[in-house]
């Protein structure tokens, strides 16, 4: 159970204690789950595309706009919900839903039952992160939070780890439908935990009862340096999660290699190289930043900068070893930044707001990065297949990779504000 003890009649998690690790190990569990369940996805697109009949560019809109139109767009009452003290129950009510439309998915007969599926599940997963940034940053003191957040994101990169595996080889073994049913149900237990752990959440950090969401909303994009972040969060997003949805389709098709395979190297590759760099971004960041708060915008920029051509790299080369070496770079590099990133956006937010804030990040980098990129990738490689055949892809997801340079800029210009 969590630790608190009594401050003012008030219970708080106490600070490097068994309950400020307990919460921060059962957000990045859920956390696991909610990249496990929304990755599988993408391992899963060829025998998907096969089994039902589907163009790139169909399944491109299951990947990306299915899953981000109600994760975006519920993403902001679903915070305010959170900011007005209903975390404890909101959180394991999310992983709930997430976990079961996932295994719904699995049932699906059709490409608009299998949409309708994803939606339910982006509707779930659109109150995980706002939900835990707000956790942690009311748990964590600020120069604590860069490692935390970076912990909690390598608890998602975790589940990209455990997700390629896991379901590269179920569906192998069983079905894609098999696979997709057997990752959802991983959920339900912890959903259960969930509840009885955040139970006795503090919950002093409300909004006021007067606050309206949209005065918030004006108050947070009234700041110059948080419009920089959300637009640089987002273009990041464009580019990993077109390279996320679409790679492992890609070794299948330009590389020749069997889906289980595939799973094993992107959980070594992604998954590996993205828990290095995350965890390595956030450790190592903390001299750095408590030195000169800036860096916190200044060292994404810079990573961001640098992962570009890797990807780059990665896609032109035809050599399967060494487009699998040059992903583990280009991962670790482009995730040290972005544990980084979230904690500066939290300096951004104000007490009160804090899920509001983080889901309103959510929302636009959903609509722009998870929703627009895979379906850009999706579509661009539809339109060249007749002159470029397989390789198609390969264009794609080069043109898509470009959006990590853009994602720099935007966070060298935040940070000079």
């Known amino acids: 159970m969590v630790a608190y003890v009594k401050s003012g009649g008030k219970r708080e998690a106490v600070p490097g204690t068994r309950g400020e690790v307990t919460i921060l190990m059962l957000l990045s569990a859920i956390n696991l789950l909610n990249y496990i369940d929304r990755i599988s996805l993408s391992l899963l697109l060829e025998p998907i595309k096969k089994d039902l009949a589907l163009s790139d560019g169909q399944m491109g809109l299951l990947s990306g706009v299915a899953f981000s139109l109600f994760y975006a767009f519920l993403g902001i009452p679903i915070g305010r919900i959170a900011d007005r003290g209903g975390k404890a129950w909101l959180l394991p009510l999310c992983v709930f839903l997430w976990s079961l439309m996932t295994m719904a998915s699995g049932m699906a007969t059709s490409f608009v039952a299998l949409f309708l599926a994803r939606m339910l599940v982006g509707i779930g997963e659109a109150g995980c992160s706002p939900t835990s940034f707000s ?63 955040l139970r006795g959440l503090p919950e002093e950090h409300r909004a006021p009862a007067g606050n309206s969401a949209f005065r918030d909303i004006s108050l947070l994009l009234a700041q110059p340096a948080f419009r920089s972040i959300v637009f640089g969060i987002s273009l990041a997003a464009f580019g990993s999660y077109s390279v996320l949805q679409w790679l492992p389709a890609y070794f299948i098709r330009v590389h020749g290699l069997p889906i289980g395979k595939v799973g094993a190297l992107m959980a070594l590759s992604t998954g590996g190289g993205g828990i290095l760099g995350m965890l390595c971004g956030g450790f190592g960041s ?122 720099a800029l935007n966070f060298m210009r935040a940070s000079r504000r």
């Open 286 to 407: 903390r001299r750095i930043v408590a030195k000169d708060v800036s860096w916190d915008l200044k060292l994404p920029a810079i990573t961001y900068a640098i992962s570009a051509p890797l990807f780059l790299a990665m896609i032109a080369t035809g050599n399967t070893v060494l487009a699998i070496a040059l992903n583990f770079a280009a991962t670790a590099v482009s995730a040290s930044g972005g544990g980084i990133a979230l904690a500066a956006l939290q300096r951004f937010t104000g007490e009160g707001r804090r899920a509001t804030a983080n889901a309103l990040m959510l929302m636009i980098s959903a609509i722009f990065g998870v929703g627009l990129g895979p379906v850009f990738v999706g579509y661009v490689s539809d339109m060249s297949a007749p002159y470029l055949g397989t390789e198609s892809l390969r264009y794609a997801l080069g043109l898509s990779s470009l959006s990590f340079v853009f994602a």
């Open 135 to 197: 956790i942690i940053a009311e748990n964590f003191e600020p120069r604590r939070r860069p490692v935390a957040i970076s912990i909690f994101q390598a608890g998602g990169l975790v589940g990209v780890a455990i997700g390629m595996v896991s379901a590269g080889y179920a569906a192998e073994a069983f079905g894609w439908r098999i696979a997709m049913m057997s990752v959802g149900a991983v959920g339900i237990p912890v959903a259960v935990l969930a509840g009885v752990i």
